[in-house]
């Protein structure tokens, strides 16, 4: 963790695999090999035996659970350079019957972009060298490869412009690809909503190796892929966005208290205050052990926030010396790395040695009501024992509010207070997590009466197979077991992502554990 008084708790992690049980080269590896070497050059293509196979396998872990013996691995990794490997990789792999599997980051909280929960054979198409930005500063949009990570994003549009920016997640070593396939919000979801609400267009490979935009792929597609979660019914190679203006200068602000300190009142009064506050002022809440951390990013100066905490939170005690003021871009490391972070600490890709040593588990949940500060009272007893977790609260209101259920898949819009992560972490070298990982379930079972509820909502981009796994029947998944946890993630907007499928890719050659089943199959 950073050693900063801004930095967020916990860094959100996300995650990898790794081994499989075989060794031996299966005749649809051999078939898929073979298709591959007429299209991309070798240098691109990775079987277990090349010496490089492990170490970019690697690259990618967010969890070391998934990094272990019994992990099920890919018999090939194939990272494409341009849009061609893409559609090559997807034609081989229907061709030979290998199916495929797709990576930007890294940041899977079920590692099922390049593992696989159950034996299989499948490659992997790692996008990590599809990373291009390029920004339109006069035209205030900007064409992003899915391989890109965010910190790359906010980067080149810092360069091209200080009164520019992009609302997504915190981490910058998210992946463009999975980020914004499952929706994607951060610190400027208040004043310009979720990044899908802000994509304008996309290059799309689909099961027939077409290589689709906006237009050709179908607005029932394009809607799709704007939230309805990654490797559904493509490959989405780049995405076309539609930057945002932001002040010259940003205040952020860190105020933690204690238990001692009333954080039980605070939390319960920020409920009802966060998400009626006005769109440019963002604050969130980590809550771990027994402090409460209330995180800001306020689109403006010190002085005009000021007076706001002042009047509509002084149950916060905020003062003038909590402010930090900067521009956007600087604000970006800061809030997450600590404020020893530079701009240049952005395009840093690589994992940290505390990433590689530390298992978690996540999971979340949309708040409607205020929870009763006997409940607080309770959660923060809870949050004092051993093994505990964290959680962290994120509020809404503002634009996130202002978009129907249905303009996109991501449902949990108008009357939702609040959005939690739950997360509790164990080190690897001493702990299989068992304990961890149970009081992260016993906890979402007592937070239960609490959040929302017919469907119990939950956030795709906090993947979780508590939630509920496909049932592949006939070679496709199943669309009414699939209706088990993709309405927690999509509501009412489930049927239209499976009727989308069904249009795209209705083989449902694209399919995971948790990918959007074909409508056709819902019999």
């Given at each position: 963790?950073?050693?900063t008084?801004?930095?967020?708790?916990?860094?959100?992690f996300?995650?990898f695999?790794?081994c499989?049980?075989s060794?031996?080269?299966s005749s649809q590896?051999?078939?898929?090999l073979?298709?591959?070497s007429?299209?991309?050059p070798?240098?691109?293509?990775f079987t277990p035996?090349?010496p490089?196979?492990?170490?970019?396998?690697k690259f990618?872990?967010r969890n070391?659970?998934?990094?272990s013996p019994?992990t099920?691995?890919?018999?090939?990794?194939v990272?494409?350079?341009?849009a061609?490997?893409?559609?090559a990789t997807?034609?081989?792999?229907?061709q030979?019957g290998?199916?495929?599997?797709?990576r930007?980051?890294?940041?899977?909280y079920?590692?099922?972009?390049?593992?696989?929960a159950?034996?299989?054979?499948?490659?992997?198409?790692d996008?990590s060298?599809?990373?291009?930005?390029?920004?339109?500063?006069?035209?205030?949009?900007?064409?992003?490869?899915?391989?890109?990570?965010l910190g790359e994003?906010?980067?080149a549009i810092?360069?091209?412009?200080?009164?520019?920016?992009?609302?997504?997640?915190l981490c910058?070593?998210v992946?463009?690809?999975?980020h914004f396939s499952?929706?994607?919000?951060?610190?400027l979801?208040?004043?310009?909503?979720?990044?899908?609400?802000?994509?304008?267009?996309?290059v799309l490979?689909?099961?027939?190796?077409?290589l689709?935009?906006?237009n050709?792929?179908g607005?029932?597609?394009?809607?799709?892929i704007?939230?309805?979660?990654g490797?559904s019914?493509?490959?989405?190679?780049s995405w076309?966005?539609k930057?945002?203006?932001?002040?010259?200068k940003?205040?952020?602000?860190?105020?933690?208290v204690?238990?001692?300190q009333?954080a039980?009142?605070v939390?319960?009064?920020?409920?009802?205050?966060?998400?009626?506050?006005?769109d440019?002022?963002?604050?969130?809440?980590?809550?771990q052990?027994q402090t409460a951390?209330?995180?800001?990013?306020f689109?403006?100066t010190?002085?005009?926030l000021?007076?706001?905490m002042?009047?509509r939170f002084p149950?916060?005690?905020?003062s003038?010396?909590?402010?930090?003021?900067m521009?956007w871009?600087?604000s970006v490391?800061y809030?997450?790395?600590?404020?020893?972070?530079t701009v240049?600490?952005?395009?840093?890709?690589?994992?940290t040695?505390?990433?590689?040593?530390t298992?978690?588990k996540a999971t979340?949940?949309?708040?409607?009501?205020?929870?009763?500060?006997?409940?607080?009272a309770?959660i923060?007893?809870?949050?004092?024992?051993?093994n505990a977790?964290l959680?962290?609260?994120?509020?809404?209101g503002?634009?996130?509010?202002?978009v129907p259920?249905?303009a996109?898949?991501y449902?949990?819009r108008?009357?939702?207070?609040?959005n939690?992560?739950?997360?509790?972490?164990w080190?690897?070298?001493?702990?299989?997590g068992s304990?961890?990982?149970k009081w992260i379930r016993d906890?979402?079972?007592?937070m239960?009466p609490?959040?929302?509820?017919?469907p119990?909502?939950?956030?795709?981009?906090?993947?979780?197979?508590?939630?509920g796994v496909?049932?592949?029947?006939?070679?496709?998944s199943?669309y009414?077991?699939g209706?088990?946890?993709?309405q927690?993630?999509f509501?009412?907007?489930?049927?239209?992502?499976?009727?989308?499928?069904?249009?795209?890719?209705?083989?449902?050659?694209?399919?995971?554990?948790?990918?959007?089943?074909?409508?056709a199959n819902?019999k």
């Amino acid at each position: 963790m950073a050693n900063t008084s801004f930095a967020p708790a916990v860094l959100i992690f996300a995650f990898f695999f790794f081994c499989y049980a075989s060794t031996t080269v299966s005749s649809q590896q051999d078939a898929f090999l073979k298709c591959l070497s007429t299209s991309i050059p070798s240098q691109l293509v990775f079987t277990p035996s090349s010496p490089s196979f492990t170490p970019l396998l690697k690259f990618s872990i967010r969890n070391p659970k998934f990094f272990s013996p019994s992990t099920v691995r890919p018999v090939v990794i194939v990272t494409p350079t341009n849009a061609s490997h893409v559609q090559a990789t997807v034609l081989c792999g229907r061709q030979s019957g290998l199916r495929i599997r797709v990576r930007s980051g890294g940041h899977d909280y079920e590692g099922l972009s390049y593992r696989a929960a159950n034996p299989e054979q499948f490659a992997v198409l790692d996008m990590s060298l599809l990373r291009a930005v390029r920004v339109d500063a006069q035209a205030g949009t900007a064409w992003v490869d899915s391989g890109a990570q965010l910190g790359e994003l906010y980067y080149a549009i810092g360069k091209a412009s200080n009164v520019l920016g992009f609302p997504a997640g915190l981490c910058p070593t998210v992946g463009v690809g999975g980020h914004f396939s499952g929706g994607g919000f951060g610190m400027l979801l208040r004043k310009y909503g979720m990044a899908i609400d802000n994509v304008i267009d996309a290059v799309l490979v689909d099961a027939k190796g077409r290589l689709l935009n906006k237009n050709t792929m179908g607005s029932d597609v394009f809607w799709a892929i704007r939230g309805g979660g990654g490797e559904s019914f493509g490959v989405v190679v780049s995405w076309q966005v539609k930057l945002v203006p932001v002040p010259p200068k940003v205040t952020v602000f860190n105020v933690p208290v204690t238990a001692s300190q009333g954080a039980v009142d605070v939390v319960t009064r920020w409920q009802q205050v966060a998400p009626s506050l006005p769109d440019d002022l963002f604050i969130r809440v980590v809550v771990q052990q027994q402090t409460a951390n209330f995180q800001s990013l306020f689109l403006g100066t010190c002085d005009a926030l000021v007076p706001v905490m002042s009047s509509r939170f002084p149950e916060l005690r905020f003062s003038r010396s909590d402010c930090r003021e900067m521009t956007w871009i600087q604000s970006v490391p800061y809030i997450y790395l600590g404020s020893g972070s530079t701009v240049e600490d952005l395009l840093n890709r690589s994992n940290t040695a505390s990433v590689l040593s530390t298992g978690n588990k996540a999971t979340s949940d949309y708040v409607r009501q205020a929870i009763p500060r006997a409940t607080w009272a309770s959660i923060f007893s809870q949050l004092a024992q051993p093994n505990a977790g964290l959680m962290i609260l994120d509020p809404y209101g503002g634009q996130i509010a202002t978009v129907p259920e249905s303009a996109t898949p991501y449902p949990h819009r108008a009357g939702v207070l609040y959005n939690i992560q739950y997360m509790n972490f164990w080190p690897v070298a001493t702990s299989d997590g068992s304990v961890q990982t149970k009081w992260i379930r016993d906890f979402y079972a007592f937070m239960a009466p609490h959040v929302s509820a017919n469907p119990r909502e939950a956030y795709f981009n906090y993947r979780d197979l508590d939630l509920g796994v496909n049932v592949v029947v006939g070679n496709v998944s199943s669309y009414q077991a699939g209706m088990v946890w993709g309405q927690k993630y999509f509501k009412g907007n489930y049927q239209r992502l499976a009727m989308a499928k069904s249009q795209i890719d209705p083989d449902d050659y694209f399919r995971n554990e948790q990918s959007v089943p074909p409508f056709a199959n819902s019999k």
